[in-house]
C-alpha cells in the first residue's frame, strides 16, 4: 500500500526514490550502482542522477554508504554492478586519472612536500600545460579561495581551514565538470564551519560546476544544498530540495533525521485516522499509517476551527532554545509530543495545543519499508 | 581506519614485474639458507651437486661433541646475564629519554644509541682498551659487560617504543589515588610496558647468542657458540658446522615466531579496544 | 608530574654506565691513538703523533680503507636496489598476506650472522654448490674461482645480510605516507608512475636514507666476512685493525686507523641525519 501518493495534499508529490528529473540536464547519471565489502552489502542499487550546475548533498548516517558512493564516483573503490554515466560514458571503465573528477578529501590530503602553490599546480602540471598557464591558474585558484599570500609556504605551516581553501584550490584549478566533497569541513570547529558553508556556497554559484557533497549533518545539508539525497543503509530514502525534504518526508525515517518531528502511528478506519484520543479525517485506505507533525506546527490552542485538532497536556520540559522553546509534552492519553514555540516564561504547566489536519504528514514507515527489504 | 582493507581499490593487482622481482629477492634472502638445511643431511658433506645420501650422520657427531654444548652453556649464561644488564639499565634510560631533561641529554641519547649503528670492531676494542687499562682478565665476565652495553640500546629503544604507547593518564590516575612513584612504576608503568620488556629480551637474547664482533675481542679462555663455530670454520668447512647453523636458524625461527605473536596479539587488542563501529 | 628524585633515579644508572663503559673506552681510544708500542711490545705512553703520520704515509692503509668504502658503498647501493621494490611491494601490494611478508623478511635478520656467511661460503667454493650446479649443467666446464676468496663473495655476501637493515626503514617510511594522498594524486591525473616519482619516492626518502646508512656503515667496519671469503684481495680495513691487536701487536697504530673509522662514520651518521631532518615532512 503506497500510503505517500494518497497523500491529501494536492500541491506537491512526495518523491519516491527513482532517477527523476533534476531542473536542468543531467551530468551524471548514477544506475544501480552495488557494491558490498566482503558479505556486507554497503551499496545496493543506488540510483540517483546529478544536474548542471547544481549542489547534490549526500547525506546519511555513517554505515550509510555516502563515502563509498562518493569513492566509488571518483574511482577509488569499484562497483560491484552498475553504471556511472557522465556525458554518455561509462565512467567506470576509467581509472580515476582518466575521470574529469577532482576530490576535496576529507583530511585535505595535501601533499607536505611540495608548497601551498607547487600543491594547486600539481593536476595542471601532471596535464603538461605550459608554465605560464600553470602559473596564471594557480593564482587565480588561489585569489578564489583568498589564499594568494600563502602560496610558498608548506601546508604544515598554515591552519586547518586554510588547508581546506588550498585543497578546494587544488581541485578547481583543473575546472572538472563536477567536484566531490568528502566531509571537507566535519574537522573545522562550529563558527568556521558556518562560515566555509556560505563561502562553499557562493564559490559553487560563482563557478557553476556541479558538486557532489557528502555529510552526516543534517543542519549542514539543508543550508547549503540544492537537493538533498538521503541514503540509509545503503539505499536512497529520499531526494528532494531541503525544503520538500523538510516540508514533505517521504518516510519516517527521513521526518526523525531531519529536523525534529512527532510521529503519530495511527489506525485509518472508514476515512478516519485515531492515534490515542486523537481523530481526524484522513483520505487514505483502511490500515496503520503514520503521520509526521513538526513541533513547530503545533502551537497553544484549543481547535477552534474545524480542520484542527487539539489535546490538552502536561508541560513536562521546558528547554530555552534562544528565539524558541522546545517544550516536551505529555497528552492525557500518554503520547508525548515535542512542540517549538516563541520563547516565553509564561506557559502553564497543563495546556490546551493545537495543529492543523494539514500539517500531519502521511509517511511510510521505514521500519516497515525494512520489511519489505527482501524484494 | 585500520579495519579496512587497503583503501586502492582499482590498484589491486600488482604489476607482474614487480612481483617477480620481489619473489626473486625473497629467493636470494633465502636460498643459502635453504641450501645450508639442505647440506646439513648431506651424506658427501658440503658441497657437490646434487646432495646425496642424506643422512643424520653430522647431528650424531654434533651432538657427541663436548666443546659445542660447552659452548653453548656459555653462550646462555652470557645471554640471559646481557638480558638482566640490558634491561636493568634500558628501562630507567627509555624513561630518561622520555621524561627528563637534563644538560646532555642529547648527547646521552646519542651515546645510548650508538653501538646499535655502529660497526661491531668499534665497540670491541674500545671495551679491550678499557679492560686492558683497567687490568682486567678477559674471560666471560668482560664479553657480558660487552654485550650488556651493547645491547642497552636495544632495550632502550623497545621500551621506549612502548612509552609511547602508554597512556599518561593511568600513570596520573594512580598517582591521583594515593599510590607514590616507585609504587606507580611497579603498578602501573612496569605492567603496561610488559610487551615491549619481553620483545626486547627476545631480541637482546637472539642478537646475543650471534654475537661475534665484539665478542671477538673480550675473549679469555672460555669460548661462546659463535666464537667456537669461527674456530672450526678458521680451520676448515667441517660439516657439522652445518648441522649446528641448521639448528640455530630453527631455534631463531621459533623465537622470532614467538615475538612477533606476541607483537601482533598485542596491537590488534588495543586496536580492537579503540576501534569505532562501522565504516562510513 | 615526575618528581626531581624520580628523574634522578632514572637518570643516573644508565648516565654512569653510559659514560663508564662507552664514553670512557672512546677516550681511551682516542690516547692509545697518541701513544706508540716499545719494540719490546710495550705500550709506550708518549705523546706523538706517529700513528698518524704512518696512517697517511704508508699506502696501503689508505689503498684498504678506499677498497672498504668502495665494498661498502657497493653493499648499499646493492641492498636499496633490491630491499626498496621490495619494499614497496610490501607496502602496496601485499594485500592481506603484508604481516606474513613482513615476518619473511625479518626472519633472516635474527639468523646468526656467521651462519649466513657461512652458508655463502660452502656455495661459492670450487666444491661447492654453486660451482658443482653449473658443471652439473654444463654450464661452465672447470670451477669459478672468483666467485669465492674475492671482493666479489664479500659484496655479495655483505648485501645479503644488509639487505633486510635496509628494508625495514624503507618499508616504514612508505607504510607512513598516508594513502589518500596517492588517492589525491591519482584524482588529479597522475598516472601510477607518475605518483610513484613525485609523491611516493620523495616522501621515502628518509627511510631510503636510513637504510642506506645502516648498511654502508655496517659493511665498512665489518671485519668477519672478509676473513671468511674476501681472500687476500678481499681485505677490509677491519681486518688490518684486527691483525694490528692481534698478531702484529700494534694497539696504537690500530686505534689511530680506528679512531679514523669512528670519525668518518660520525661524519656519515651526522649527514644522514641533517639530510633525514632536510627531508622529513610531519
Known amino acids: 500500500m503506497n500510503v505517500a501518493n494518497d497523500s491529501q495534499s494536492e500541491t506537491q508529490l512526495t518523491m519516491t526514490p527513482t532517477p527523476e528529473n533534476p531542473p536542468g540536464t543531467q551530468l551524471l547519471v548514477i544506475r544501480k550502482i552495488a557494491k558490498s565489502f566482503g558479505k556486507k552489502p554497503v551499496l545496493r542499487d543506488v540510483s540517483l542522477s546529478v544536474a548542471e550546475g547544481e549542489f547534490l548533498t549526500i547525506l546519511g548516517e555513517s554505515g550509510s554508504g555516502k563515502t563509498t558512493l562518493l569513492r566509488i564516483i571518483a574511482g577509488f573503490e569499484n562497483a560491484d554492478s552498475g553504471e556511472i554515466l557522465m556525458a554518455s560514458e561509462n565512467l567506470l571503465r576509467l581509472p580515476p586519472y582518466k575521470r574529469r573528477v577532482n576530490t576535496v578529501f576529507q583530511q585535505y590530503a595535501l601533499f607536505p612536500h611540495l608548497s601551498v602553490s607547487e600543491n594547486v599546480g600539481y593536476g595542471l602540471r601532471v596535464a603538461k600545460l605550459s608554465k605560464a598557464e600553470i602559473r596564471a591558474r594557480v593564482d587565480e585558484a588561489l585569489a578564489m579561495v583568498k589564499m594568494s599570500a600563502y602560496a610558498n609556504a608548506k601546508p604544515s605551516k598554515i591552519s586547518g581551514g586554510q588547508q581546506q581553501r588550498v585543497a578546494l584550490a587544488r581541485a578547481l584549478v583543473n575546472r572538472p565538470r563536477l567536484l566531490l566533497l568528502d566531509e571537507p569541513l566535519s574537522a573545522l570547529d562550529a563558527s568556521l564551519r558556518r562560515d566555509m558553508q556560505q563561502e562553499l556556497k557562493s564559490l559553487q554559484r560563482e563557478i557553476g560546476i556541479s558538486f557532489v557533497f557528502v555529510t552526516h549533518d543534517q543542519e549542514e545539508a539543508m543550508v547549503i544544498s540544492d537537493r538533498i539525497a538521503l541514503l540509509r543503509q545503503g539505499e536512497l530514502e529520499q531526494i528532494a530540495s531541503p525544503r520538500e525534504i523538510y516540508n514533505r518526508p517521504a518516510t519516517s525515517y527521513t521526518a526523525q533525521f531531519i529536523g525534529h518531528t512527532n510521529l503519530l502511528r495511527a489506525e485509518v478506519k472508514d476515512r478516519l485516522a485515531r492515534c490515542g484520543s486523537l481523530s481526524w479525517p484522513v483520505n487514505l485506505a483502511d490500515g496503520p499509517a503514520v503521520f509526521s507533525v513538526r513541533p513547530e506546527n503545533i502551537r497553544e490552542g484549543t481547535a477552534a476551527r474545524a480542520d484542527a485538532i487539539s489535546f490538552r497536556g502536561t508541560v513536562l520540559n521546558q528547554a530555552f532554545h534562544g528565539a524558541t522553546d522546545l517544550l516536551c509534552v505529555q497528552a492525557k492519553d500518554g503520547l508525548i509530543f515535542v512542540i517549538r514555540l516563541a520563547s516565553s516564561k509564561g506557559i502553564a504547566s497543563e495546556a490546551s495545543f493545537e495543529f492543523s489536519t494539514s500539517d500531519a504528514i502521511p509517511v511510510r514507515d521505514s521500519a516497515q519499508a525494512n520489511d519489505e527489504r527482501g524484494s | 581506519m585500520s579495519a579496512r582493507p587497503d583503501r586502492t581499490g582499482y590498484a589491486s593487482h600488482p604489476p607482474r614485474l614487480l612481483q617477480a622481482y620481489a619473489v626473486s629477492v625473497f629467493g636470494f634472502l633465502y636460498l643459502p639458507i635453504i641450501a645450508l638445511v639442505v647440506y646439513s643431511f648431506n651424506g658427501a658433506g658440503v658441497g657437490g651437486f646434487p646432495p646425496r645420501n642424506l643422512t643424520f650422520d653430522w647431528y650424531r657427531m654434533l651432538f657427541a661433541d663436548g666443546a659445542i654444548w660447552t659452548s653453548v652453556v656459555n653462550s646462555l649464561i652470557v645471554a640471559f646475564a646481557a638480558i638482566a644488564i640490558s634491561l636493568t639499565l634500558g628501562i630507567p634510560a627509555a624513561l630518561a629519554l622520555d621524561r627528563a631533561n637534563f644538560p646532555g641529554k642529547a648527547l646521552f641519547r646519542r651515546l645510548v644509541l650508538l653501538p646499535l649503528i655502529l660497526p661491531g670492531i668499534i665497540t670491541g676494542l674500545s671495551l679491550l682498551m678499557l679492560f686492558r687499562q683497567a687490568g682486567a682478565k678477559l674471560g666471560l665476565l668482560t664479553i657480558i659487560l660487552g654485550h650488556g652495553t651493547a645491547l642497552i640500546s636495544v632495550a632502550t629503544t623497545e621500551v621506549f617504543a612502548g612509552l609511547q604507547k602508554l597512556d599518561r593518564a593511568q600513570e596520573e590516575a594512580s598517582l591521583d589515588l594515593g599510590a607514590n612513584y616507585w609504587q606507580t612504576f611497579w603498578r602501573v608503568t612496569l605492567p603496561n610496558l610488559r610487551l615491549s620488556i619481553i620483545g626486547a629480551a627476545l631480541l637482546i637474547f637472539t642478537l646475543s647468542m650471534d654475537e661475534i664482533a665484539v665478542s671477538f675481542f673480550l675473549i679469555g679462555r672460555d669460548n661462546t657458540l659463535p666464537l667456537e663455530i669461527w674456530g672450526r670454520l678458521r680451520r676448515g668447512i667441517t660439516p657439522e658446522i652445518n648441522a649446528i647453523s641448521t639448528i640455530i636458524f630453527f631455534f631463531s625461527l621459533l623465537l622470532i615466531l614467538i615475538w612477533y605473536r606476541l607483537r601482533v596479539g598485542a596491537e590488534a587488542r588495543t586496536e580492537l579496544a579503540a576501534e569505532p563501529a562501522s565504516p562510513p | ?282
Open chain 3, 1 to 282: 608530574m615526575f618528581s626531581r628524585a624520580y628523574r634522578v633515579a632514572v637518570t643516573l644508572p644508565p648516565l654512569i654506565w653510559v659514560i663508564a663503559f662507552l664514553l670512557l673506552p672512546y677516550a681511551l681510544l682516542l690516547c692509545y691513538s697518541f701513544w706508540s708500542v716499545s719494540p719490546q711490545q710495550e705500550i709506550v705512553h708518549a705523546w706523538t703523533l706517529e700513528n698518524y703520520r704512518q696512517l697517511f704515509r704508508v699506502n696501503v692503509y689508505l689503498q684498504t680503507l678506499f677498497r672498504s668504502m668502495w665494498i661498502a658503498a657497493r653493499v648499499m647501493t646493492f641492498s636499496l636496489l633490491l630491499g626498496y621494490p621490495l619494499a614497496y611491494f610490501l607496502s602496496f601490494h601485499a594485500g592481506r598476506r603484508k604481516d606474513f611478508l613482513y615476518q619473511l623478511v625479518i626472519i633472516p635478520l635474527w639468523v646468526s650472522y656467521l651462519v649466513r656467511a657461512y652458508a655463502w661460503k660452502t656455495i661459492l667454493g670450487s666444491d661447492g654448490v654453486l660451482n658443482t650446479l653449473l658443471q652439473y649443467v654444463h654450464l661452465t666446464r672447470h670451477p669459478a674461482e672468483f666467485l669465492l676468496y674475492s671482493p666479489f663473495a664479500v659484496v655479495l655476501t655483505l648485501t645479503h645480510i644488509y639487505t633486510p637493515f635496509a628494508i625495514l626503514p624503507i618499508f616504514a617510511s612508505l607504510e607512513h605516507i598516508p594513502r589518500n594522498l596517492i588517492e589525491a594524486s591519482h584524482d588529479l591525473g597522475a598516472s601510477t608512475w607518475h605518483t610513484f616519482c613525485k609523491i611516493i619516492l620523495p616522501l621515502s626518502l628518509p627511510g631510503v636514507l636510513a637504510g642506506a646508512t645502516f648498511a654502508f656503515v655496517l659493511s665498512l667496519g665489518d671485519f668477519l666476512a672478509p676473513l671468511l671469503l674476501g681472500g687476500p684481495s678481499g681485505i677490509m680495513i677491519s681486518n688490518i685493525v684486527v691483525s694490528l691487536f692481534g698478531a702484529a701487536y700494534n694497539w696504537p697504530l690500530g686505534a689511530a686507523i680506528s679512531l679514523c673509522m669512528l670519525i668518518l662514520i660520525l661524519g656519515l651518521l651526522f649527514l644522514s641525519e641533517s639530510l633525514e631532518k632536510k627531508w622529513a615532512y610531519r
